[in-house]
């Protein structure tokens, strides 16, 4: 776990122009495709969802040229990616940093609120829900890809460890120290 | 003997998180309205809190089930379920509120141990004496609204032990008796397990200025540089004669980390940790800051210092009631 919240890092803007013009229907077809894998592995994620698994959330991160629309459909989720507004119930604003750094349970989700690292609009609580979900399902998204990235898998993992000791973002869950 | 921390977890990943941190106890509430957090996602169903009852002996960690909202007249059902589903989860203690619930557990479920939530709000010993007398109460988690003076004048005159909260969110309000969240939405953290109900609850942030509405009530506004407080009334920026300010109290949060050593002196058994609703980030920085703090007092070493302001309501912290400066 990290031992206090630092400032969060913003995604590069010159990357992020680059972002601009990149085609999003792949992306969003990969990111359904990925988030699926992720819902047969954790399927205590969408019962903690409860009345929550059918609505559609908005993650917006605030340095990427687009937003997510997250529908966790009972289980089979999409994701649709989009350079509009999106639609949703909920709307969750932060820099990409900090919502990668909320789902590896790096941050704690009200202190970036108090902050204003954090904006939540709409649903609090779908947009509660969410979090708590989320928070609890232990993910680690850095080895669910390289889960299904067969032999390269080891050098994505180092080339994941590189980015993170050079940018401060949380690209996997932090290792727990050992137990007192 | 080494004061006890006593641990908050919203989920299981929490459990598991306050139990690696060093928590000595960690407390939870069934997903339902019988505990004082029933916020969506947050709790355990009953499988998942046998399982964290057992991760957690196999630490060396106990468990305690908060059972205290005030149970509804013709449900009381819910309620007694939860003792028993408690008892048979095995915990190590039920924290209760209510006297008809204390006196179900009591002539029910004798040998399950019975804490007193601060939901009780028993400020002194006779009360206190009382509720041991009558229930077999063996510990009492005290109201926020104590000196360290008056908490050892209890403690002098009581064989309960005593619980004290050290950090987190606080309540201005004597606990278990605050209906202010209900005027707003109808729910209260007492009926309810709620306070500003999340769907009760939106912000909208335009230029930088964020307004939070608690009920379709505008109850404060933020600045584009300004910490954000939680949208409780109690927390909220209201105008009067002119003025404006925060009527009830600021939003800031306890931090009683440099008082242990007095706490210690006053006879106090145990500290807790405000934050069911917190992530398993925050449980764990704040439980191993507090388990660093009472190891350290036990082997004569200084306090240390704390890292946790970031993670406190309005970014800032006091030592509450425990230090009445103004008086």
């Known amino acids: 776990m990290s031992q206090s919240q630092a400032l969060i890092p913003l995604f590069p803007p010159g990357l992020a122009r680059v972002l601009r013009v990149i085609p999003l229907a792949p992306l969003s077809l990969s990111l359904t495709a990925y988030s699926q894998k992720i819902a047969k592995s954790h399927p205590s994620l969408f019962r903690r969802l409860g009345e929550f698994d059918h609505v559609k959330f908005v993650l917006d991160p605030v340095d990427l040229p687009f937003v997510i629309c997250l529908a966790p459909s009972g289980g089979v989720p999409r994701v649709t990616v989009t350079r509009g507004k999106g639609d949703g119930v909920a709307r969750i604003s932060g820099p990409l940093a900090a919502?990668?750094?909320?789902?590896?349970?790096?941050?704690?989700?009200?202190?970036?609120?108090?902050?204003?690292?954090?904006?939540?609009?709409?649903?609090?609580?779908?947009?509660l829900?969410?979090?708590?979900?989320?928070?609890?399902?232990?993910?680690?998204?850095?080895?669910?890809?390289?889960?299904?990235?067969?032999?390269?898998s080891g050098p994505l993992l180092h080339l994941t460890a590189f980015i993170q000791r050079h940018t401060q973002v949380y690209l996997t869950r932090p290792e727990e120290a050992e137990a007192w | 003997?080494?004061?006890?921390?006593?641990?908050?977890?919203?989920?299981?990943?929490?459990?598991?998180?306050?139990?690696?941190?060093?928590?000595?106890?960690?407390?939870?509430?069934?997903?339902?309205?019988?505990?004082?957090?029933?916020?969506?996602?947050?709790?355990?169903?009953?499988?998942?809190?046998?399982?964290?009852?057992?991760?957690?002996?196999?630490?060396?960690?106990?468990?305690?089930?908060?059972?205290?909202?005030?149970?509804?007249?013709?449900?009381?059902?819910?309620?007694?379920?939860?003792?028993?589903d408690a008892e048979s989860c095995h915990v190590d203690a039920v924290i209760l509120a209510d006297l008809g619930l204390l006196d179900y557990a009591a002539r029910n479920h004798p040998g399950l141990r019975r804490h007193l939530s601060v939901q009780a709000a028993a400020a002194n010993a006779d009360v206190i004496n009382f509720y041991a007398q009558t229930f077999d109460v063996k510990r009492v988690v005290l109201p926020r609204v104590l000196s360290v003076q008056e908490i050892a004048a209890i403690n002098a005159e009581t064989e309960v032990e005593t619980e004290v909260f050290v950090f987190g969110g606080l309540c201005v309000m004597a606990e278990g008796r605050c209906s202010l969240s209900s005027y707003a939405t109808g729910l209260s953290p007492n009926m309810n397990g709620v306070c500003?109900?999340?769907?009760?609850?939106?912000?909208?942030?335009?230029?930088?200025?964020?307004?939070?509405?608690?009920?379709?009530y505008t109850i404060h506004r933020v600045g584009q540089n300004e910490p954000a407080p939680y949208p409780t009334l109690c927390k909220g920026c209201f105008g009067a004669s002119n003025k404006s300010g925060h009527l009830f109290e600021d939003p800031v949060s306890l931090n009683a980390e440099q008082l242990i050593p007095q706490l210690q002196k006053a006879g106090v058994t145990a500290l807790k940790i405000e934050g069911r609703q917190r992530s398993r980030s925050y449980v764990a920085q704040v439980v191993r800051n507090f388990r660093g703090a009472v190891d350290a007092l036990e082997a004569g070493r200084p306090m240390p210092e704390g890292m946790l302001t970031r993670l406190s309501e309005g970014q800032a912290m006091t030592t509450g009631a425990y230090k009445k400066t103004w008086r």
């Open chain 2, 196 to 216: 500003s109900p999340a769907n009760h609850v939106e912000y909208r942030e335009d230029k930088g200025v964020l307004d939070a509405r608690l009920g379709g």
């Open chain 1, 99 to 127: 919502l990668i750094g909320l789902v590896h349970g790096a941050y704690d989700g009200d202190a970036l609120f108090f902050s204003r690292d954090l904006v939540v609009e709409g649903d609090t609580g779908a947009a």
């Open chain 1, 129 to 152: 829900a969410l979090r708590n979900a989320i928070d609890d399902a232990e993910l680690d998204l850095a080895q669910e890809i390289a889960a299904i990235s067969g032999p390269f």
């Open chain 2, 1 to 84: 003997m080494v004061m006890e921390i006593v641990c908050p977890a919203g989920t299981p990943a929490a459990l598991r998180a306050a139990v690696k941190a060093g928590a000595h106890t960690v407390y939870c509430g069934f997903n339902d309205e019988t505990n004082a957090r029933n916020f969506p996602g947050l709790n355990f169903d009953r499988q998942e809190m046998r399982e964290g009852i057992a991760f957690a002996h196999a630490h060396g960690s106990k468990v305690l089930i908060a059972i205290n909202t005030f149970p509804r007249a013709g449900n009381e059902a819910i309620w007694h379920r939860a003792v028993a």
